[in-house]
């Protein structure tokens, strides 16, 4: 039979690499039919409720729990010695601490866990909350981590003071750790025998992830057959599974772990919360299950915070600009318990990305970790492992840089670029950059805005401002950033010592469509769609046809989850490698049905065909269902397969970044009047998706950068409770992003592809902040901290004698 | 963020709604459309065991426009403000500062009614009630009464408004003066960093009366005599409106919050004064 259809059409059909394919999952959550851990009910379910500390620092005296036992409803008041007999009111932290399930003695944040009350419903739950009296002693509070460090209070009772943490040792009782790379002594020596140096100190505010579901978990004991099933807001459900397994001693195939939909994680959904570990024991304590969701103030009060570093830098060039070293030290809150979910080697994460895009000789990062009477956390927020920071801390360095050599931004960023040629590039603190064309990236973006139009446009609006004519200033932001995702090597990055790999299994049905599992969990990154379009380039069967399911630990496989845009680099490139197995078995089967050698038939977009002879081919589906009605020798039946793939090195996505931004200085109103985002993640798997997780990523760096944070008064109260001060934006805030894409494919994955979901937060950041402080470098501002809401642009102007 | 149990009335008439008042007293509160008072119920901020609903109380919507005056019944929504075409051409100032106030979702539900009786200073709607010199009406078992709304306000959630009385309607005359309602917030959905109602007329090329008034910048609305009287009989140039802007921030008292501290509020709440005029002056 003669094939009418065209090699085009085929390729078209399979919706596969490159392919602007509509999000699969859209059709369920645009009509309100996703399923939440709080849609799931169970017939029995009891609903759990914390009472939490109004205290920052506090001894606790006592917890009397009558009135709320008397209450009818109430099944059960947990404190943490109803959990010590089970060595579970304490928890291991990933980053190598321990945190309080319930408070033990003593509370160390406002919003600190300290009651957990079971009920009947929600409300009575609340109710019960109310009528838990703790008697509180109060304790001089820290909420500065530089007095922290000269305090006698002594914040974690728990810890020997003398005795080394973690990482090494500490240097004080409120210390955490001290994390060094790349060589001070050199780097200070080629800084003091510089022609410039610039020096700068920044704030990187405490911000919070702030997804929009909150965390929850529904745990339910099976008592008859042993068996437990925790659904909750996982991002990494496998590692949950075996942290289960080890705090409770039940045997890890006797836990099913199920993340179901999750509304957003931004890596607050990472770690372990007390919420989830109470949940747990309250459904093995009454044998019926037990619902914990937690409420708007309590995710941004006590889950997961990000940031809060204070970062001192010194960078030194030559009379022409060339960078010759960087000095960075780093003074990190981590609030009361060490939570930070990074890599176990990595304390501070990547943040020895910071020598960023550039050609840097010589370079030294040292990181002091301190406690604090703030909530714990220092998670990701929509970026690999601390990398934002590392990005804005280079990217204001350079800007400082240029303002001492009174020279433009944009040249000494291009005078520096690691060049092409470069590549693989071995950083001074230690990372081989796989691959990159920074030049040409850059040379794109600035042409595309017309830098030198603007910049004419800028000086011409400073005149116009020093004559009287106008009180509106223009910024123009750049920002240059190479992230590194996709950890990891399972040789140098794991969790709780579970290497990070990532897995993916495919069965081919007879009919020629497939189920594939991953062991990553999608939060709102599109895996279904996205995953689907890889084993549809790979496998020749048309995405559509390919289901996509991940989260649940009893039929996925395992894996270290979804953060850190690890998922394409890991969990992408194990299902291109299970494509590759199946189609290897197909080729196989499709020589047998064609009666040739195996050498003899080769693949071509859905189908194999003989060698020199196209008009002879099986296709995937005649394949497919060969592998189970034929008895083919020397082969199985079926057509399946499982991939665990360990990368041999991370992926390093770059961009290029220029936001143009109008700022009134006598209220301190920004206008973003252009911002337009270069983006190279490699192979770009499905275009709309990339340009959705732009927006995305670009939108939440709007919001850090232009007044999201976490705040605290000096008596450790959160005064950001709420998203009525708690900034996150809405349509109306965002402007109209312009992207764009060079392809730099990665040489070592399967399929070239980079990551993408968090590239534009972190390269946005410092963009939307260096738009703000380019405004005011003609006026002669060197530096100023986020978040630049309107008082703080207010007060830099004021600063300047802008209202004089 | 879970409310209290509570009692839920919902009465078809306005002497059923009295009749609960006064049978709970300070147990029971009315509702309007509860975007002040389910978000402090919800925090347990307010107790309300006796939630007395007033939506089946046809009495209490509609605008009427008749001899120059307007009534607007208190459970009128702010969605209905901006889209009522008759009342834009009464009094264009009120579209005006409604779409400023939170955002759509939160204008199909709150109300005029529960905006000025709330006693929030955030509240946009008090001061420019203020600014219009409109009346309240009051209606408690003793009867009705008439209460400027410039005599309302006596502090942060405190009004003129007996526990047991219920704001029927709201009475104003209709505008024939140039009109701005200037507000500076941080995002959509924020109240006031500072907000400003002004309301300018022209007599030649000269001011002949004015009125300007301001939110949250003190624990009340403030309406400034002396910012209008720094106005009346000049060009409105820029010594008058330095002048009156320099009186009205003499008669206001901000304090510090997340949107900043008292300096930086005195110097935008001038700026957006002296916009509100300029641009009140410019329609007038
Ligand atoms: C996110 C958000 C943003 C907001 N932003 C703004 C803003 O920028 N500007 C602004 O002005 N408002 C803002 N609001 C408040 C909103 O406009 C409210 O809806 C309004 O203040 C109250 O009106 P309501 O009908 O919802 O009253 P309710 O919440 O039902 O009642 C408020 C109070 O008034 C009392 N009350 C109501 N009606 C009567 C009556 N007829 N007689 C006597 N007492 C009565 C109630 O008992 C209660 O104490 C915001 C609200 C939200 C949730």
């Excluded at chain 1, 001290?178 to 610039?198: F, L, R």
């Excluded at chain 1, 081919?617 to 020798?633: D, H, L, R, S, V």
């Amino acid at each position: 039979m003669k094939d009418e259809v065209t090699r085009e059409e085929r390729v078209t059909k399979l919706k596969g690499l490159g392919c602007s394919r509509k999000r699969v999952e859209d059709a369920r959550f645009t009509q309100g039919k996703g399923n939440y851990v709080d849609d799931i009910n169970l017939p029995g379910m009891l609903t759990g409720d914390f009472v939490r500390s109004p205290c920052a620092h506090a001894r606790v005296k006592s917890i009397n729990t009558d009135a709320a036992m008397a209450l009818e409803g109430v099944v059960a008041v947990l404190t943490a010695k109803d959990l010590e007999p089970l060595g579970l009111h304490w928890m291991p932290t990933l980053a190598g601490d321990k945190q309080m399930v319930l408070a033990d003695g003593k509370v160390l944040f406002q919003g600190q866990e300290v009651a957990f009350v079971v009920a009947t419903d929600r409300y009575i739950a609340s109710d019960a909350v109310e009528l838990v009296e703790v008697e509180y002693e109060e304790l001089p509070v820290i909420v500065d981590p530089f007095k922290s460090m000269q305090s006698d209070v002594v914040l974690r009772e728990d810890l020997d003071p003398k005795a080394p943490g973690a990482h090494g040792p500490r240097k004080h009782h409120n210390h955490i750790f001290t994390w060094e790379v790349g060589d001070e002594a050199g780097t200070n020596a080629v800084i003091d025998d510089a022609d410039i140096v610039a020096e700068e100190s920044m704030y990187y505010h405490r911000t919070h992830p702030c997804p929009l579901e909150p965390c929850g978990s529904v745990a339910s004991m099976d008592k008859v057959n042993g068996k437990l099933t925790l659904w909750g807001t996982f991002q990494a459900p496998h590692v949950v599974r075996t942290v289960a397994s080890l705090l409770s001693g039940i045997e890890e195939h006797n836990i099913r772990v199920v993340s179901p939909d999750i509304g957003g994680g931004f890596g607050n959904k990472v770690g372990v919360y007390p919420g989830y570990v109470c949940s747990i024991v309250a459904s093995i304590v009454t044998g019926v299950p037990v619902k914990w969701v937690e409420d708007r103030m309590e995710n941004l009060m006590s889950t997961a915070f990000a940031r809060d570093y204070w970062m001192k830098g010194k960078i030194s060039a030559t009379k022409e600009g060339k960078i010759t070293g960087l000095h960075c030290h780093v003074t990190a809150d981590h609030g009361a318990f060490d939570a930070c979910a990074d890599p176990t080697k990595f304390p501070a994460g990547f943040m020895n990305i910071c020598t960023g895009s550039y050609d840097i000789p010589i370079a030294y990062l040292g990181v002091d970790g301190v406690y604090t009477n703030k909530a714990p956390g220092g998670v990701s927020y929509r970026c690999s492992f601390r990398v934002t920071e590392a990005v804005y801390f280079i990217e204001r360095m350079i800007e400082v840089l240029a303002i001492e050599m009174n020279m433009d931004a944009a040249e000494l960023r291009r005078i520096n670029f690691i060049k092409k040629e470069q590549f693989p590039y071995h950083s001074a603190l230690g990372w081989e950059y796989d691959s990159g064309d920074y030049h040409t990236a850059w040379d794109k973006a600035l042409k595309a805005v017309d830098y030198d139009g603007l910049r004419k446009k800028q000086a011409e609006r400073v005149e116009a401002f020093k004559r009287g004519e106008t009180r509106s200033i223009m910024g123009i932001g750049l920002s240059f950033f190479t992230e590194i995702v996709g950890a990891g090597p399972v040789k140098n990055c794991d969790i709780l010592g579970m290497g990070m790999f990532d897995s993916c299994e495919i069965r081919i049905h007879p009919t020629g469509s497939a189920v594939a599992r991953l062991g990553t969990i999608s939060q709102g990154q599109g895996h279904a769609t996205t995953f689907a379009q890889i084993l549809a380039s790979e496998i020749g069967i048309s995405a559509d046809s390919i289901t996509i399911e991940e989260g649940d630990t009893d039929t996925a496989p395992y894996g270290l989850g979804t953060y850190g845009s690890r998922s394409t680099p890991v969990a992408g490139a194990a299902a291109a490698m299970v494509g590759r197995k199946i189609r290897a078995k197909a080729q196989m089967i499709a020589a047998y049905l064609l009666e040739v050698h195996d050498d003899d038939v080769e693949f071509d977009v859905d189908r194999f065909v003989v060698k020199g002879a196209p008009e002879r081919f099986k296709t995937m589906g005649e394949i497919a269902y060969a592998a189970y009605n034929q008895a083919i020798p020397g082969l199985e039946p079926g057509l399946e397969a499982v991939s665990y793939y360990d990368p041999p090195n991370m992926t390093y996505p770059f961009g290029a970044y220029v936001c143009v931004m109008d700022i009134d200085v006598d209220t301190g109103v920004p206008t973003i009047n252009r911002f337009y985002a270069l983006d190279d993640c490699g192979t770009r798997i499905n275009p709309m998706v990339i340009e959705g997780q732009i927006h995305g990523g670009l939108t939440e760096a709007l919001a850090v950068a232009l007044g999201q944070e976490i705040a605290y008064d000096d008596m450790g109260n959160c005064k950001t409770g709420t998203l009525m001060d708690f900034f996150l934006p809405t349509a109306w805030e965002v402007p109209n992003y312009e992207t764009d894409f060079t392809v730099t494919p990665s040489p070592h994955h399967p399929i070239g592809a980079k990551g993408v979901g968090e590239s534009p937060h972190v390269g946005g950041v410092p963009c939307f902040s260096n738009a703000v402080q380019d405004a005011f470098r003609p006026f002669g501002n060197r530096h100023t901290n986020m978040p630049h809401d309107h008082w703080r642009i207010w007060k830099a102007a004021n600063d300047l004698g802008m209202h004089d | 963020m879970i409310p209290a149990a509570f009692e839920y009335h919902r009465p078809s008439d306005i002497e059923g709604a009295l009749s609960v008042l006064a049978e709970h007293g300070d147990e029971a509160r009315v509702l309007a459309g509860g975007h002040s008072l389910i978000p402090m119920m919800k925090l347990r901020m307010a107790d309300v065991p006796h939630l007395i609903d007033l939506q089946d109380i046809a009495d209490l919507k509609g605008i009427t426009i008749a001899d120059g005056i307007i009534t607007i019944g208190a459970m009128t929504t702010q969605h209905e403000l901006i889209n009522h075409e008759a009342l834009f051409a009464a009094a264009p100032i009120i579209r005006e500062a409604a779409l400023q106030i939170a955002d759509p979702q939160v204008r199909y539900m709150g109300t005029i009614g529960g905006n000025v009786a709330n006693g929030d200073p955030g509240n946009d709607m008090p001061g420019l009630m203020q600014c219009l010199d409109a009346q309240f009406i009051l209606v408690g078992v003793d009867g009705t009464r008439k209460v400027p709304a410039r005599d309302f306000y006596e502090s942060a959630y405190m009004t003129n408004r007996d526990d047991e009385e219920i704001l029927t309607h709201i009475t104003f005359a209709s505008i024939d003066a140039g009109y701005a309602y200037e507000k500076q917030k941080r995002k959509i959905g924020d109240y006031a960093t500072a907000a400003c109602a002004a309301l300018v007329t022209k007599d030649g090329d000269k001011v002949a009366t004015a009125s300007i008034a301001m939110t949250n910048l003190s624990d009340v609305p403030v309406l400034s005599e002396a910012a209008a009287a720094a106005l009346i009989g000049t060009t409105c140039d820029t010594a008058a409106v330095k002048a009156a802007v320099a009186a009205a921030l003499e008669d206001i008292d901000p304090t510090e919050d997340n949107r900043g501290p008292v300096a930086f509020k005195m110097h935008v709440a001038g700026i957006i004064i002296s916009r509100a005029i300029a641009r009140a002056w410019s329609r007038a």
